[in-house]
């Protein structure tokens, strides 16, 4: 059984640009959520989606974005980059509502 | 809304000491409440839950029991190891959307 697994591992980038990062869900899952963790502080709930749709968000703004495809992948945008946006960006997957596994994380910086 | 607060660290031990973090919770409804470790250079690994007060959450010697009279879940084990070093997470589902919400996170380290 392959875990959860995210790509690219590390991710430099700059201001104002975007940045696409993505998650393969544990086989049989069909829910992801999409976590954010700044350096030295726990993970922020950033978003949900359940059978390819949002299903909750957190206090993230619009500019934070994100897909299911049918496989239950999933894809998170991130348009406008910040400084304040350099974080472990954690995907978590799970069966319906059951425990959450999580993946390592993808560390971006933004310069 | 839903909140947990843990113990800052960081806290330093030796091998073998007993080790207690605290942590508090503010929630409506019936949270289920976890620990996580994050081990260096790796992601979150769920160490234990409980998912109704009174309920006693354990694993690799750790343990946490659900108190809803205090809204607590303080994390235990009588006997650290050097491979405890990790940081560590208390969390909460919320029984209404199922989101996790954590606390800052604790570090731990043990010396041998």
């Known amino acids: 059984e392959t875990g959860v697994t995210q790509s690219p591992t590390h991710l430099i980038k700059t201001r104002g640009q975007q940045v696409t990062l993505r998650c393969s869900s544990q086989s049989g899952h069909n829910t992801v959520s999409w976590y954010q963790q700044a350096l030295g502080q726990g993970p922020q709930f950033i978003f949900q989606?359940?059978?390819?749709?949002?299903?909750g968000r957190g206090n993230f703004p619009p500019r934070f974005s994100g897909l299911q495809f049918p496989n239950y992948s999933s894809e998170l945008n991130v348009n406008a980059l910040e400084l304040d946006d350099s974080a472990l960006y954690l995907c978590?997957?799970?069966?319906?509502?059951?425990?959450?596994?999580f993946g390592p994380g993808t560390r971006l910086t933004v310069l | 809304g839903d909140s947990v607060t843990q113990m800052e660290g960081p806290v330093t031990l030796s091998e073998e000491a007993f080790l207690t973090i605290n942590c508090t919770y503010t929630a409506t409804g019936y949270p289920s409440l976890f620990w996580y470790v994050q081990y260096p250079g790796e992601g979150l690994q769920l160490l234990l839950k409980a998912t109704k007060a009174d309920d006693k959450g354990s694993n690799k010697g750790f343990e946490a029991t659900y108190r809803k009279e205090t809204t607590s879940f303080h994390l235990e084990k009588g006997s650290v190891q050097v491979s405890d070093s990790a940081v560590y997470f208390c969390?909460?589902?919320?029984?209404?959307?199922?989101?996790?919400?954590f606390g800052a996170g604790t570090t731990v380290t043990v010396r041998a």
């Open positions: 969390a909460l589902e919320s029984s209404n959307d199922y989101k996790l919400s």
């Open positions: 978590a997957s799970s069966l319906e509502y059951n425990e959450q596994f």
């Open positions: 989606y359940y059978r390819e749709e949002e299903n």
